[in-house]
Every structure is written in C-alpha cells, then in structure tokens.
C-alpha cells in the first residue's frame, strides 16, 4: 500500500505575524541558453538580451530595494558569479543573500550524482571566490531536482532547499534513513515572472508577453490569499524580465504594498530557514510515485 505524505503543517512566525514573504530574484543571465546549447553563444542579439539582466536589471533592482528597505535573496549561478563579479559583489555589499543556483544553470534530471556534485562544487567554488560568501540555499535551474538531490544538499551542507512546490509554508522535507532532514521553502510557477514577460526565440515562451500591471495583478492575488491564510508568499523574479523599466516600477510598488502589511514579516530567505529550522517540526516525506500501480 503506498503511503500519502502528509502536507506540511502550520507555522508559527515571529513578533506574532500572521504570515510570511520573501522576494527573490535568479540571476540567470547567459547561462540558461548556454546549457541548453552552447551554440547560443553565437548569437550577439541573443546574448545581449540576457545580459542585461547583470549590467542592467541587477543595479536597477537593487536601487528600488534600497529605497524600500527590503532585504533580498538572489539565487545565482557560479558562471554568472565569475563573469559579472561586480554586480554579485554588490548585491553581497547591500546586504542582500546569495543562494547556489547551479554553475551554468545545469539541467539536474538524469544526471549521476558524480556529475551533479560536479555542478554543486563548481557552484560553490565560484560564489566564494567572488562573493566571498558559504549559500545556504539552494534553488535548483529550471525549478526541477532529481530525487536524490534533497539527500545531496544536506550531506553539502544547505541549510534549505527552494525548489519543490507541494506546500504553502515551509517544512523539514526528510531523507536519507537517519531522521535528517532539510528546510524547504516551497515556489510556485504561478509566482514566477518567467511565464509573465519571458520570450526568448528558440528556446522559451509563447510570444504572449502581460503588461506589468497584469502581472502584479495576478502577484498580488497570491499574496493577499497566502496572506489571510497565514502561509508563506514566495516571489521569483529574473533582471532579465523583472528588471525592465515599467515591470521594476509596478514592482516596486508591489514590494511597497506587502511591506506595508504589518501583520506579515518580510525577510529574506535565509532567515525564514533559520526560523523553520529553530521551531523543531517533524520533518515529512515526498516519496517518487510508482507509474505501474
């Protein structure tokens, strides 16, 4: 008989808040297309478009957090880390996290655990050489884990994982056969601007590109029933997207609005694992289904 996990239970935040959220950002830059297939690398156009989430969405977002008073976290890969070094440094130098996101966004699903922790050391290799920092997240490219990979995150040292999406709130997702286990604080595709604004010829989107306005729209719809039921509003946001003019500005004026919600507490990423992990919950199960029963 196969056994229902059972969904994550509630959380108590601090200062007797009603909920929690974080903003977050993937500083994907190039790296996404050159995974898929090095040969983008050939196309000038193409990789400008990515580019300027670095040299432009990055410093621009990190204007609008300053003049909000929000602190971040931003899941970025050890390529991106070493081929734009200011900008990771200035994120750090803001007081802002810096999350593992893979080495050049790396694909997981089917890879060996040789090859993925190859991913992960360079990952880490990477973020300490330039940013001087130890992540204690992890965000895995394209949002998808290979079922062994919770195991090698804890055995690498992270203290959470941001990458499945079975809850509202966080929990203490089990593995391994010894009790271990590790923080998950769940994503959303709903909750992700890739599937807003993103059109990349050749490689991802429809061409149906929403206004900002109808993106926060739909945000802010998230937010706001996370928020009454006390759960956990994570946001994912690219500065290849998000970074752009007019979606900065609609969500400066998003963060605006959630920070002004005294009832919720407003971290980064970091600090919301480290306040799962001191509550002490029974860490659950997330099982691979059998296709043949």
């Known amino acids: 008989m ?3 996990p059972k969904p994550a239970g509630p959380i108590t935040w601090p200062d007797g808040k009603k909920a929690a959220a974080a903003f977050t950002f993937d500083v994907d830059g190039e790296s996404p297309l050159l995974t898929a297939d090095p040969k983008f690398a050939k196309l000038m156009g193409l990789m400008s478009h990515q580019a300027y989430g670095p040299l432009v969405g990055v410093p621009r977002i990190l204007d609008l957090l300053r003049d909000t008073g929000v602190r971040s976290s931003f899941f970025v890969p050890g390529y991106i880390a070493l081929r734009y070094p200011d900008q990771v440094k200035q994120i750090v130098a803001d007081g802002h996290e810096i999350g593992h996101h893979g080495h050049l ?3 997981l699903p089917g890879v060996s655990r040789e090859e993925e922790q190859g991913f992960l050391d360079r990952g880490f290799e990477a973020l300490r050489k330039v940013a001087g920092v130890e992540p204690k997240g992890y965000r895995a490219p394209l949002w998808e884990s290979n079922w062994h990979t919770p195991e090698m995150l804890g055995n690498a040292g992270f203290l ?10 966080p929990y203490e ?20 601007d890739w599937n807003q604004y993103a059109f ?4 991802s989107g429809s061409g149906l590109v929403e206004t900002p306005r109808k993106a926060v729209e739909l945000f802010r719809s ?23 003019p007019g979606r900065a500005a609609e ?16 971290a980064p990423m970091e600090e919301i694992a480290a306040h799962v992990r ?3 919950l029974e860490p659950r199960t997330l099982t691979e289904p059998d296709p043949s029963l």
């Open 2 to 4: 196969t056994t229902i």
């Open 105 to 107: 966004h790396e694909q």
């Open 160 to 169: 959470y994982d941001s990458s499945l999406m079975d809850a509202d709130v």
């Open 173 to 192: 997702l089990a593995y391994g056969t010894e009790g271990k286990s590790i923080v998950e604080l769940p994503i959303n595709w709903i909750l992700d």
């Open 200 to 203: 990349i010829p050749g490689f």
């Open 222 to 244: 998230e937010f706001d029933a996370q928020r009454e039921e006390g759960s956990f509003f994570v946001l994912t946001c690219h500065p290849f997207l998000s970074g752009r």
């Open 251 to 266: 969500l400066k004026k998003f963060i605006e609005y959630v920070k002004s919600c005294d009832d919720v507490w407003l």
């Open 278 to 280: 001191a509550q002490n």
